[in-house]
């Protein structure tokens, strides 16, 4: 079974950055697409970014304006999501993915950290 760790949530005044990673506990994402996604209160999961693993190409959510960047390091098997300018609407759990095929939609995911806090103040 595949496990995937986030880390880097926490509280942030609206302005300011985070980054958050997401580590495999294999060597999964040389194979897979890593994908983060979010779920504010009260909302359904929503696609955040993603980055297929051996070409590095990403793709992100239009709402996000440029703010947020995704990224890989192949040697130490983990993801990135470097979220800048932050925003009280950013509050949400944010997770990360592992997905064969890549892609906006969370199913196509296969395996799926336990997610991180991030929350933005006003």
């Known amino acids: 079974q595949v496990q995937l760790v986030e880390s880097g949530g926490g509280l942030v005044q609206a302005g300011g950055s985070l980054r958050l990673s997401c580590a495999a506990s294999?060597?999964?994402?040389?194979?897979?697409?890593m994908g983060w996604f979010r779920r504010a209160p009260g909302k359904e999961r929503e696609f955040v970014a993603a980055?297929?693993?051996?070409?590095?190409?990403?793709y992100y959510a239009d709402s996000l304006e440029g703010r947020f960047t995704i990224s890989r390091d192949s040697a130490k098997n983990t993801g990135y999501l470097q979220m800048n300018s932050l925003k009280p609407e950013d509050t949400a759990v944010y997770y990360c993915?592992?997905?064969?095929?890549?892609?906006?939609?969370?199913?196509?995911?296969?395996?799926w950290g336990q997610g991180t806090q991030v929350t933005v103040s006003s």
């Open positions: 980055v297929t693993w051996v070409s590095g190409f990403t």
């Open positions: 294999e060597h999964t994402f040389t194979s897979y697409a």
């Open positions: 993915a592992a997905s064969r095929t890549g892609g906006r939609l969370a199913g196509w995911y296969d395996f």
